[in-house]
């Protein structure tokens, strides 16, 4: 189910055509996480200004009139952990704050619950040249600082969360200058109106050595593991999915991805020991992008129980007749 498409409060969705930043001003990343390990960009700023959809790529990993940066954590585990703390992208004063909104996932309760607060708990950090920085969604109670108070870069401001219009824990980062949203992935489109799809822009507003860490990705892989029995997604998201072993119920092998196109084909093959096929899956051809995908495949236990050794999951994503993205993971089962 993709994210309650609801637009955050103190928000202008027209872009900033040429913001000038102070001379050698540079963005660092607002999330305490790894990019591409302990965190991933779910989706970019919707650059359309009509009713379609475009990220600065031209690609799909947006939707309508979304105006920031998600940065998502792979589970509601690392919330509380050091990949979830909130970090100032650069130096300013703090404006405004909310603290007290209920972190819980906004399919629990239901999008009219969140209107007027859809940003949930965050904050606004006001910089040079009327610039300013919002952070949304944060863990309630988790805020550190308050309004007036001066913040450093780098400086921890809060915990990710799932509060206000969030169905999965991150940190959804807006720029803006005068009300007017902000891309710092390409603040100018380029005559193409399109950036390359390899990594931020030129003209990236991120610290140069954030620059290959947050390359774009269309499709990335977002859990992958094993269970010995059924998975839902919402296992998956509180790692609550329960672990293979010789005497489970079953062997099943799942993958979540995020970021898939129009068109991708995902298949998934399990193999034993012997590297023969225990189970496969090929899934049909998606008819539209997807903001996250749960594939699964496996196999009931045997009378005599799993052979010992060790089982290989190979997950791949074709796209226009060429493998996009392959995933290969493993687990060991012991004797009985």
């Not at 379609?52 to 589970?75: A, K, V």
């Not at 300013?92 to 209920?102: F, H, I, M, S």
């Amino acid at each position: 189910m993709a994210p309650a498409r609801i637009a955050l409060p103190l928000v202008a969705l027209a872009l900033c055509p040429s913001p000038a930043w102070p001379e050698g001003f540079r963005l660092r990343l607002p999330l305490a996480c790894e990019p591409g390990v302990t965190c991933f960009v779910q989706y970019y700023v919707d650059r359309d200004s009509g009713p379609g959809i475009r990220d600065y790529t031209c690609g799909s990993r947006t939707y309508e009139g979304h105006d920031g940066t998600d940065f998502r954590l792979p589970t509601r585990v690392q919330e509380g952990g050091p990949a979830g703390t909130v970090l100032a992208a650069a130096a300013g004063r703090v404006l405004r704050t909310r603290n007290d909104a209920p972190d819980v996932s906004v399919r629990e309760t239901g999008v009219e619950k969140v209107a007027g607060v859809e940003c949930g708990n965050g904050l606004v950090v006001g910089h040079a040249d009327g610039y300013e920085s919002q952070y949304c969604h944060l863990a309630r109670g988790s805020l550190r600082v308050r309004p007036g108070d001066g913040v450093a870069a780098g400086q921890p401001l809060g915990q990710a969360g799932l509060s206000g219009a969030s169905e999965f824990p991150h940190l959804h980062f807006t720029l803006r200058r005068e009300g007017r949203t902000v891309d710092p992935f390409a603040p100018e489109p380029g005559p193409s109106g399109c950036a390359a799809a390899a990594g931020p822009a030129p003209d990236s507003l991120w610290e140069v050595d954030l620059r290959d860490r947050l390359a774009y990705r269309a499709g990335t892989v977002l859990n992958a593991g094993f269970s010995g029995g059924p998975v839902t997604m919402e296992a998956v998201e509180a790692e609550t999915a329960g672990s293979a072993g010789p005497d489970a119920p079953a062997l099943v092998a799942y993958v979540r991805a995020i970021g898939l196109d129009a068109g991708d084909v995902q298949s998934l093959a399990l193999e034993g020991p012997d590297g023969r096929p225990v189970a496969q899956t090929a899934e049909p051809a998606l008819a539209r992008p997807r903001a996250q995908s749960l594939v699964f495949v496996g196999r009931r236990r045997p009378e005599a129980g799993f052979p010992a050794g060790t089982y290989t999951a190979t997950y791949r994503v074709s796209r226009a007749g060429a493998v996009a993205l392959e995933h290969r993971f493993t687990t060991t089962l012991p004797g009985r």
